[in-house]
């Protein structure tokens, strides 16, 4: 939106300032008071969006804690959307974090607790029904992009119910700040099967559907529900699935992505932000992904994902099926996976060393460990999506460490609680030589008289930009090859790729300059696979620099409607 823009509303006084995505505060001009019925209900002072930025963040330097400051961005954005993201790019490094991981988690567990204002749509099972009419009563027309989310399995903290409801807001917050799509044009969604957790089940301030999660067939028939919904009232929308369990997360890509423009950020966007960062790690070992022995601590939707993607990377450098399925080794919480084991998902299989090749790695006959696979393989890459914090011990990552020249190693597993080390502690044990990535932000780490800063290896890289390509390129799917292509662009803004010293991945003060080029990337492979129309090169990277939406005020009159 360029700062010349003009907005006809029909909205005057109060009921403009209570328009988020309208009320400037007392940036509205004297000749703006005077057709918009205003005077009086604003001091005389006229200000500016840089003068109101100001005050806002001296307000936010008074909050005492984290979830404070997260409550108070959160007003701001239920009163003046411009004013918040504008904030928010000012202060980007310091303030992702308040809205985002880490402190999303607990905002979604407190959720009934703080909640101040209505924001998005919640579908009840009760109302499973008129899932079109719920539809309908969404605040704005024209939507690009829907987050959904079920509350069951947020981040680390697992089943917050309702309170899942604040990872669809988050998201679709960085999909504005980050990814520039007009706030107008996203729809936070939560999907309020009922909660497991007995904490919210017996809160009388819970907001949610008390009830036990539904299961089975009613819980299928309520996804379809909402689906069907949403391919009759929005059938262009790019629908993001966000935070749901593992037993749902892939057949709920598996069975959609082929409806509707569709995909699953905690498979695909774990994915693919985790092969980005692995081009950067690989440029300063100076060795390519046909070259590794991967382990995988997680072996659910995350690290099956990741595994994927760089199943695709290596089989691009001339690597044969049969020897990319020998460097893998993914780890569930039932131990290796193997060809011996009962219930292996369709892709847990593909994954699945030999059973008579791992036989002998059990330690006292159990369940094969990390510990016990890290003394039988010699790991290069060591990635960590099983929320379950500390299990890369000192022991484990020394071994890795005494075979392996240059570690890889990302505990990716949010919040920063959840993560299976820290990165003071993999640097020590690996003598300042492990090349780290995390789930959440790090503090840099001082070592051998350096400063070694941390990678944030977060999906907020790679789904905003997928929401700008498909707006920009009119991508009627989101395929895989358009996640790979991400990953690739990605990887090429990798700091590390000119100096081995730097973060593996880009600051976050870059970040518009890098999803402008990795939606780019997303943009041309959806056209290349044939999922959006064709056009030159030149063309489709005018229109994404073109769609990109700024925080800056229009100059608002009035008028029979709000332009879109």
């Known amino acids: 939106m360029s700062s010349n823009a003009i907005r006809y509303t029909a909205l005057k006084g109060q009921e403009l300032l209570n328009t988020p995505l309208l009320n400037k505060g007392i940036a509205f001009t004297d000749d703006e008071r005077t057709g918009l019925g205003l005077h009086g209900l604003l001091p005389p002072s006229v200000e500016t969006l840089e003068q109101q930025c100001t005050r806002a963040y001296e307000a936010y330097q008074r909050k005492q804690d984290d979830l404070e400051r997260h ?96 990872i669809p807001i988050g998201n679709l917050s960085l999909y504005t700040l980050m990814g520039g799509v007009e706030p107008s044009r996203t729809l936070p969604i939560l999907l309020d099967a009922g909660t497991n957790n007995p904490d919210h089940l017996r809160d009388p301030e819970y907001i949610g559907w008390r009830h036990e999660r539904i299961a089975g067939d009613a819980y299928w028939d309520f996804v379809d529900r909402f689906v069907t919904a949403v391919k009759r009232c929005l059938p262009d929308v790019l629908l993001q699935w966000e935070d749901f369990a593992k037993p749902h997360a892939r057949p709920i890509l598996d069975k959609y992505r082929d409806q509707l423009c569709t995909f699953n950020d905690d498979i695909q966007g774990t994915a693919a932000v985790a092969v980005g960062a692995l081009y950067g790690a690989l440029k300063v070992t100076g060795t390519r992904f046909r070259d590794q022995q991967l382990i995988i601590l997680g072996a659910g939707g995350a690290g099956t994902g990741i595994a994927e993607y760089i199943s695709t990377a290596m089989a691009a450098e001339g690597l044969p099926e049969a020897e990319i399925r020998e460097r893998f080794y993914l780890i569930a919480s039932s131990g290796l996976l193997h060809t011996g084991m009962a219930n292996l998902s369709p892709i847990q299989q593909k994954f699945a060393q030999p059973s008579e090749k791992v036989a002998g790695w059990r330690a006292g006959g159990g369940p094969i460990r990390l510990a016990d696979v890290m003394k039988h393989v010699r790991a290069t890459i060591l990635i960590g999506v099983s929320t379950e914090p500390g299990l890369f011990t000192e022991e484990i990552v020394r071994e890795m460490a005494r075979k392996a020249e240059r570690p890889i190693i990302f505990p990716l597993s949010n919040p920063g609680s959840r993560a299976e ?50 707006a920009a390129s009119r991508a009627r799917r989101v395929t895989d090859g358009m996640l790979v292509a991400a990953a690739r662009a990605l990887g090429e803004c990798s700091p590390a790729r000119i100096d081995s010293s730097a973060p593996l991945l880009p600051p976050l003060d870059e970040i518009h300059d890098v999803v402008i080029r990795v939606a780019t990337a997303i943009g041309a492979e959806a056209q290349r696979s044939g999922v959006a129309p064709r056009t030159t090169e030149d063309q489709l990277g005018r229109e994404v620099v073109e769609r990109f939406w700024w925080p800056q005020y229009p100059q608002i009159e009035p008028g029979g409607s709000v332009s879109q």
Request: hydrophobic share 45%.
């Open 421 to 470: 080390a820290v990165p003071a502690d993999l640097i020590r044990w690996t003598d300042g030589l492990a090349l780290v990535a995390t789930g959440s932000a790090f503090p840099p780490v001082s070592y051998g008289g350096r400063t070694i800063r941390i990678a944030q290896c977060n999906n907020f890289y790679i789904f905003p930009a997928v929401g700008l390509a498909v």
């Open 71 to 166: 409550i108070f961005l959160r007003a701001l954005q239920d009163r003046n959307e411009v004013l918040f993201y504008a904030l928010l790019c000012r202060h980007i490094a310091e303030m992702t974090p308040m809205i985002y991981t880490p402190v999303v988690a607990e905002a979604c567990k407190y959720f009934s607790h703080i909640y101040r204002h209505p924001r998005g749509l919640f579908f009840s099972y009760p109302l499973a029904g008129r899932m079109d009419q719920l539809l309908e009563n969404r605040p704005n027309r024209e939507v690009d992009v829907i987050v959904v989310s079920d509350g069951e399995r947020i981040l680390g903290i697992g089943d917050q119910g309702a309170g899942g409801m604040g």
